[in-house]
């Protein structure tokens, strides 16, 4: 037998080598007679290249684009000279309807804080009561002496404690608003902090307001010697000034929030409340009439009581009901404003779903005014029946 028919063949060693990986296996598998793969690196593309690079890849993130357009520049930003800043936000526009609402239902839902800020303000009250006469001792003895001096202090006082109050419901309403607690303290001495500027802003009011009458009676001086033209001429002015003092009016309706809720002085307070009102003036200047009609509900049976009753115990707890009630409206009003206006995140929050809302605001307000028109009214006619019954009959 041949040498080649007796050799024996081995059968595979299973475990002396390696396994070859995918690549080496396919390297293995080729052919004979197959040339073997260039392992050089292609040369980099440049002047030395052999020619152009190869087109890139889609979906390869490093050329920009994957499979798409490549994105947009991104967008150029100019410098700003120094001290940009970007603008207020512009007025958004208000709902009169909700508005109203709004402040029936914070006055219901957290009655007995307003009420208790409002203490103030009825103190106040009950100090003009004090120092000033009524109309029944003006009538029967006209020539009795009045104190100017406690007359005025007793004003003083009475703005002042206004002022407090509208300062304190400010920041209630606002911190309410925005889902924090807040207490009676906290309220006051957060608004009593800004009563500095404010006091600045009301000197500055009062020398503008100076000011201006001071021009409008040189005016009026002038225009008389004109003869009847001039007559004319003064009812057309006066005429004119009257919606521009409306109108100032309402473009100065966020004022009191301003300074309260804002770090500004005076004349910004000012700038400001002119800049986030633009827009707005005739929805501003009706639900300012609106609500001061309702507040005037209660104030108008106190003002009766003021005048015609005899005793002045009751004038004073009347006033005080009438100003706790009337002097929360406008500073919630004002402050609920001021948030639509100016973009503040107000909104419902666990905080203000407790109580019955705006049924129980609108409650107290009515029920109390009426209840004050119904006393006042009855006293003010038996009041005015006694005063036709001592007039001098021909």
Do not use: C, H
Not at 78 to 103: E, K, N, V, Y
Not at 118 to 135: C, D, K, N, Q
Not at 344 to 366: C, H, P, Q, T, W
Request: glycine share 12%; no cysteine.
């Amino acid at each position: 037998m041949d040498d080649q028919e007796t050799r024996r063949i081995d059968p595979p060693a299973l475990n002396d080598e390696p396994v070859a990986t995918g690549d080496e296996r396919a390297t293995n598998d080729e052919p004979a007679g197959t040339p073997a793969r260039d392992e050089t690196p292609a040369p980099a593309d440049g002047p030395f290249s052999d020619g152009p690079p190869p087109p890139p890849v889609p979906g390869d993130p490093g050329e920009g684009w994957a499979g798409g357009p490549p994105p947009p520049p991104p967008p150029q930003v100019w410098p700003q000279a120094g001290g940009w800043a970007p603008g207020p936000p512009q007025a958004a526009a208000l709902d009169i309807g909700s508005l109203l609402g709004r402040t029936f239902d914070t006055l219901g839902r957290e009655w007995s804080l307003f009420l208790a800020l409002s203490i103030p303000a009825g103190i106040g009250g009950l100090i003009t009561v004090v120092v000033s006469r009524t109309f029944n001792e003006i009538m029967t003895n006209p020539y009795a002496p009045q104190d100017p001096v406690s007359s005025f202090a007793g004003a003083i006082i009475s703005v002042i404690a206004s002022v407090i109050t509208a300062l304190g419901v400010i920041v209630a309403t606002d911190r309410l608003w925005r889902g924090q607690q807040v207490g009676l303290v906290e309220a006051l001495s957060a608004g009593a902090r800004r009563l500095p500027v404010l006091i600045g802003l009301y000197l500055l009011l009062v020398v503008a307001v100076i000011g201006i009458a001071i021009a409008v009676t040189l005016a009026f001086l002038l225009i008389l010697q004109a003869g009847p033209i001039g007559a004319l001429l003064l009812v057309l002015v006066v005429l004119a000034i009257i919606p521009v003092a409306f109108y100032a009016e309402a473009r100065l309706t966020v004022i009191l929030p301003v300074v309260v809720l804002e770090d500004q002085g005076p004349i910004d307070s000012v700038r400001r409340a002119w800049r986030v009102t633009k827009g707005s003036v005739l929805l501003l200047f009706v639900g300012l009439i609106l609500i001061s009609l309702v507040a005037a509900i209660s104030t108008w049976g106190a003002s009766m009581l003021l005048l015609f009753s005899d005793s002045r115990v009751v004038a004073g707890v009347a006033l005080v009901l009438a100003t706790m009630i009337s002097a929360p409206l406008s500073g919630i009003w004002m402050t609920l404003a001021y948030g639509d206006l100016t973009g503040r995140g107000y909104g419902d929050s666990e905080l203000m779903a407790r109580g019955k809302g705006r049924n129980v605001g609108a409650l107290i307000v009515f029920g109390v005014g009426i209840l004050l028109l119904l006393v006042g009214g009855a006293i003010a006619g038996d009041g005015f029946q006694r005063l036709l019954e001592s007039l001098p009959r021909r």
